[in-house]
């Protein structure tokens, strides 16, 4: 396929299918469910499938691409993966009727820069392992911190809406839209340092870890103003790192210029799994929440369990999600949200990485349910962090319809 028109007329077949399951009564109620959700209402739990292996999935040649103009490849990608998405999983997808064009920025960083060597298991995955080397290894390091600096290019941006709006223009609305914050200082502190160095100067050096983190909250709060100011921030987004963001704004928003009092504030410590609350808190929380409480909402945690260190959350004074991994104690985590945030389950993804036993599935999916209905939570359920299904795209089909049954049987479908 060379010809640019055919390479369009692909791309405005495959927007029309997107299009016609975007408008359906189904995705508009899904979308409602989402805001449902994070407004503390007791609805059928949004049921997500998202870091997927994408590369395994290729079932039937459905997302080999045809076109070879590199821009157009990529919203052809993009068309296809939602459409299989619709065609194989029974579960919810973050489709909605607008082409989103993300607005362009750059940053300077903040003075560091990663070094680390990487093991690939299979070349075509982006899950490879990491090992770090230590940059920060004493107070002289510090030297290098700069308070970063962002730059936005509204030339770029309305070049990009240019672009997409010659393929969608009388299909689907072309929507320019800002960022999120996802902010998560102690994974980019372990990507810098490893882990093990961190570990020991909680014990050995606590005053030199407090100030990398005084830093890196300076840091964070220049970037929030900067992005505020250049009109960076945009809560239209529905994906809130893999579980649903759509909400009602505690405050009408100027859609001319979003603020961070209409954005959520997303934050983790995935490292600090393996320490005390009290300790998650000093390294952590205490420097992140005055952070959050300039946002509309906070949603905490990740991969690390926070079951035993709830209490230690509240300190947020917007929060409103909370994280429940594969390694938490489901009921303690429920019990302490109660009805006042909610409950963002994630499975387990090994269920999924070699076969999927419909058993374990519905096990592990109807006793997160029953503990939510028991403590009253809004709940929503995302299976992430998925490395490989072992080129097995079936693995993810069985996992997605044995979880809905469970839904169906607790909450019905719309």
């Known amino acids: ?27 508009a109620a899904m979308r409602r469910r989402f805001r449902d959700s994070n407004d503390l209402k007791i ?18 040649g459905e997302l080999d691409c045809l076109c070879e103009d590199e821009y157009f490849r990529g919203v052809e990608y993009a068309l296809r993966v939602q459409l299989f998405r619709e065609k194989h999983f029974d579960c919810d997808n973050y489709i909605e009727p607008v082409w989103p064009v993300t ?13 680390e060597k990487r093991l690939a298991v299979d070349q075509k995955n982006n899950i ?34 240019a672009r997409a709006e010659e393929i969608f223009h ?16 102690w994974d980019q502190i372990a990507m810098l340092r490893g882990a093990q160095p961190i570990l020991i100067d909680i014990y050995e050096r606590p005053e030199y870890l407090h100030q990398i983190m005084a830093l890196f909250t300076r840091g964070m709060s220049a970037e929030m103003d900067q992005m505020e100011a250049l009109c960076l921030y945009d809560p239209r987004n529905l994906s809130l790192h893999c579980t649903p963001g759509a909400v009602t704004p505690p405050t009408s928003p100027d859609e001319g210029h979003y603020v961070c009092k209409d954005i959520w504030f997303r934050t983790m410590a995935q490292l600090f799994s393996s320490i005390s609350p009290e300790q998650h808190a000093e390294f952590d929380i205490q420097y992140s929440a005055p952070l959050a409480a300039r946002c509309a909402y ?28 594969p390694w938490a104690d489901v009921e303690k985590s429920a019990e302490a ?71 169906d049987r607790y909450y019905g479908r719309e």
């Not at 077949?13 to 189904?26: F, G, N, Q, V």
């Not at 009388?170 to 200082?185: S, T």
């Not at 906070?298 to 959350?313: A, F, M, N, S, V």
Request: proline share 7%; aromatic share 8%; hydrophobic share 35%.
């Open 1 to 27: 396929m060379t010809s640019r028109q055919e390479q369009i007329r692909l791309l405005r077949e495959l927007a029309r299918k997107y299009m016609d399951i975007a408008l359906s009564d189904k995705h």
């Open 128 to 161: 490879v392992s990491h090992e770090y080397v230590d940059v920060m290894e004493d107070e002289s390091c510090l030297e290098r911190y700069h308070d970063p600096v962002i730059t936005a290019f509204p030339d770029k941006d309305r070049e990009n809406v």
């Open 170 to 185: 009388d299909i689907m609305p072309v929507q320019l839209r800002g960022h999120g914050i996802y902010y998560a200082p």
């Open 298 to 325: 906070t949603y905490y945690g990740c991969c690390e369990p926070l079951h035993d260190r709830i209490d230690k959350l509240l300190a947020y004074p917007n929060l409103r999600k909370v994280g429940v991994s």
């Open 337 to 407: 949200l109660g009805g006042r945030y909610v409950l963002s389950r994630k499975p387990n993804p090994a269920n999924v990485a070699l076969s999927t036993d419909p058993d374990i599935v519905r096990d592990e999916i109807e006793a997160t349910v029953r503990l939510a209905v028991k403590y009253g939570c809004p709940l929503d359920i995302t299976l992430k962090d998925i490395s490989t299904v072992n080129y097995r795209p079936q693995n993810l089909i069985i996992w997605a319809k044995t979880a809905s049954e469970v839904l």
């Open 103 to 115: 607005k362009a920025y750059a940053s300077t960083g903040n003075g560091f820069q990663i070094e």
């Open 43 to 60: 609805v059928r739990p949004p049921l997500i499938m998202e870091e997927i292996p994408w590369h395994e999935m290729n079932m039937d």
